[in-house]
């Protein structure tokens, strides 16, 4: 590894990260992680902190899971890689397919496509769908319907049902036929309806009225994260989904669930569909299922989706894949991780710990004015929207978001900024006292707005 003064003089100049502008970080370059154990991350000048964002709501066991990594490190000895396309495969796959099915089985998932990612899942999800109705002799079914403030990762397919324009505008025009309902957001939506049942009826007759205008024969599939996570942790109403898989069964229209965050034990259960009594046609996975130990994904179909390509004809074939899929060191990791989440039943922690958050945040609430909007209640996930003012909900500006983000991450926890919302999705392992942590630090960076 070269030594600090090579790291800080190279630092932004020739990576173009992800999600922030170049020219910014070469300006303000980006903290270096060096090290993390357990759920704290260690920065390059020596800073501890409580990572309150589990890596990028994906290290559910911990940066420290030692049969993760030894999983890994012992698949990388015996088969590096060897592609999975049809024809050849790897033990390891084998084993993650069945294990994934079985985790997911009491949400009706039957078949697993391995990926390297959510995009890609989500993508693989859009793809399946079409062709799906499409040897189901409907191939006239190609548009897809989502939600506002859904995040779908950024893919073309992805991106083209992303429900959050920063995402988009830059790269438009995207997919074409793609159509956004309003999100199930009490603070701010255009029926300006506080309730969050009332909302979740409103928003189930525009979607009514959607289906009606585009013609219910022309769409594929509806796709919804069961908490938005990226959009700002947007909690609906218990009855929404219910809602939504209801009107698509009256419409044969797919259900895919974006369960890239909600999976895994995230909620409080084990998918964030189960969380809400609903049975999705497909869910979108990553993130938990290696707990970011390694990049995979996985696409899981119900027994119905299943039973359609695989009682087709040639045209039932998938022409769709990754050099990576079923990649055997990430399957390796998939098993192990699975193994592990289970193990730790990391599901009633998340539920356990995420009570502790919710009413830590709700006490901070109300003590600090700026907080316009707290979000979560269900599992490791919240969001609060920082506002400069209550009354007319004025955003807080870049500046203000700045200034807590750094006075909490030096107070000792790590959030996470999306605009004028405070995210957070900590490790699934958390203890107690390291939630505290992450309240004491917040109210902190929240004094110094
Ligand atoms: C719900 C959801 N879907 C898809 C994605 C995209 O996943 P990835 O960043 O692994 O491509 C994300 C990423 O945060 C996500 O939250």
Redo the contacts with the bound molecule.
Sequence with gaps: MKDDNFLKEENARHLWHPMGHPAALRETPPRIIRSAQGVSITDQEGHSAVDAVGG??CVNLGYSNQKVKDAIAAQLQDLPYYSAFAGTTNPSAIEASHAVCEFFAEDGMARAFFTS??????DTALRLARQYHRLNGAPQRTKFLSLKKG????HWG?ASVNGNNRFRIGYEPLLPGCFHLPSPYTYRNPFDETDPATLAQKIAAAMEDEIAFQGAETIAAFIM?PIQ??GGVIVPDASFMKLMREICDRHGILLIS?E??TGFGRTGHWSGARHWGVKPDMM?T??GITSGYYPV?ATLVSDKVAGVFEGAGAEGAIWHGYTYSAHPVGAAAVVATLKETLRLDLASNAAARGDQLFKGLQALAERHEIIGDMRGGHGLMAGLEIVSDRGSKTPMDAAGMARIHAATYEAGAMVRLGMHNILMSPPLVITEAEIDTILTALDTGLAAA
């Design positions: 990028l709501w990612g959510g995009s890609d899942s989500v995040y779908h990762g950024t992805g994260e996570g990226a974006d890239v965050i979108t990553a993130k994904g």
